[in-house]
């Protein structure tokens, strides 16, 4: 059995908790990710920092779970996503702690002179509320959280009765109707359209936070599973008749008259979606939105306007969803309006705002674990491609290669594999090059790693 660890988490400046992992160092940076997020009911995105030892113990990102240690000091660095969120704002000390993790004590010191603004660096402060986009993806473990004060009543005692005797709670027609309704708005919180593993998954947890409320079937709770993909659909009407767009997507009225049937050509999020068809900002039309889309197409033109481009590029990121939803515009098209989310910046960004994952850091974190995967995947390859491959995969079959090599090998055989020129990742130049540039060559070079 792994051993437990302790971990002390600075949340937020003046923000200190403890962490504990009973079940041991967590396997991957993902699962380190979800026991942070759910022990600590932190909705908004964010990477680690850990205390490098090699660097005098300054805070650096974290890039394998192997860089923690028992006892060890990681740091919070919050992305752009809800800048305006507390990361507390949320936090219940009494909830339900994640799969391997407990809910903390919290130090809150006065002052804490280690940390630096420094290093939050990509958050942006926006002037609009973000609450239109979802948080977070739909969690390893669902919590069940509070109903109104009448049903927990309700409830607890007939755990009580269930505990003493056995005697399962009796439901009224109300009883249910009160608990699919919270059962649904909190579904609705991670997507509009379950699928029968994730509405398992709600279904099993209320049995085993309520065991009087087990029925007679193999699982305990399959007629609650029936019921709540019923009220499931129910909501949706609801949601769609106040206008909600990522069901009024799917409207009838809204459809081509060869697909004009209700379960044809459903357009719903796909796996790792989160934020698939989100509403617009509040006080934004698509009017305004247009106008702020036409705003981008010069700032794209002008230098030092990064800042000013990330931030109309998150206020106009429901407005360009909806054009992708609905009208599925070819790539050619869609870069003529959008040029901005063609930079390697705005690629990232665009997959965070839709996933609430960072697409480099996340891949990165991951590219060990996935070396032998990726490896399979090259040997396969044939053709010309199979043959550049060849030099790469050399490198990596070699039991000598130092880890270092092995990831640069990955990523540019992964280049090639995709079809793309491998010489343009990593640039490298001798000083005596660099002397015999221009000031003009010098300053029109790509910097690349």
């Not at 967590?26 to 660097?55: A, C, S, Y």
């Not at 996503?81 to 993790?101: F, L, M, V």
């Amino acid at each position: 059995m792994a051993e437990p660890m302790k971990l002390r988490v600075i949340v937020e400046e003046d923000d200190f908790r403890r962490l504990d992992l009973h079940s041991g160092k967590p396997k991957t940076l993902m699962d380190l990710h979800n026991v942070i997020r759910d022990t600590f009911g932190i909705e908004r995105d964010f990477h680690i920092q850990f205390m490098d030892p090699d660097f005098n113990d300054e805070f650096m990102n974290i890039a394998s779970v192997q860089d923690i240690q028992d006892r060890s000091t990681i740091k919070l660095v919050y992305m752009q996503n809800h800048p305006d969120k507390s990361p507390s704002s949320r936090q219940n000390t009494s909830s339900t702690p994640g799969p391997s993790g407990s809910p903390s004590s919290i130090h809150t010191p006065q002052s804490v002179s280690s940390l630096s603004s420094s290093d939050s660096d990509n958050t942006i402060n926006l002037s609009h509320s973000d609450s239109e986009l979802r948080a977070r993806a739909w969690p390893r473990e669902f919590i069940i959280h509070r109903f109104s004060y009448g049903v927990e009543v309700q409830l607890q005692r007939g755990n009580e009765t269930f505990r003493k005797n056995g005697t399962r709670l009796k439901i009224t027609p109300g009883l249910k109707s009160d608990i699919l309704q919270k059962l649904a708005e909190e579904i609705f919180e991670y997507t509009a359209y379950p699928q029968n593993h994730q509405i398992d998954d709600v279904a099993g947890a209320l049995i085993n936070k309520f065991p009087c409320l087990r029925e007679l079937s193999a699982t305990g709770y399959y007629s609650w599973m029936i019921s709540l993909k019923y009220k499931m659909a129910n909501y949706r009407t609801k949601m769609r008749s106040i206008g909600c767009p990522e069901v009024t997507v799917n409207a009838l009225k809204n459809k081509s008259s060869d697909e004009c049937f209700p379960a044809k050509n459903v357009k719903k999020a796909k796996k790792a979606e989160v934020n698939y068809c989100p509403s617009h900002p509040t006080g934004e039309t698509d009017e305004s939105l247009e106008n702020l889309r036409v705003e981008l197409l010069n700032d794209i033109r002008q230098r030092n306007r990064a800042s000013n481009l990330r931030e109309k590029m998150f206020k106009t990121f429901s407005y360009g969803r909806k054009e992708v939803v609905h009208g599925s515009p070819g790539a050619g098209e869609f870069k003529v309006r959008w040029p901005a989310l063609f930079n390697i910046d705005e690629i990232n960004a665009e997959f965070q705002r839709i996933t609430t994952y960072p697409l480099q850091t996340t891949f990165m974190a991951q590219l060990d674990s996935l070396q032998s995967q990726l490896t399979s995947i090259f040997q396969k390859k044939g053709g010309v491609t199979g043959q550049k491959l060849a030099e790469h995969m050399q490198i990596l079959q070699e039991a000598t290669s130092d880890v270092h090599s092995k990831r640069a090998a990955v990523l540019r055989a992964l280049c090639l594999y995709l079809g793309e020129d491998d010489g343009q990742l990593i640039h490298e130049y001798m000083c005596t090059i660099i002397h015999y540039m221009t000031n003009d060559e010098v300053y029109n070079a790509a910097l690349s790693v």
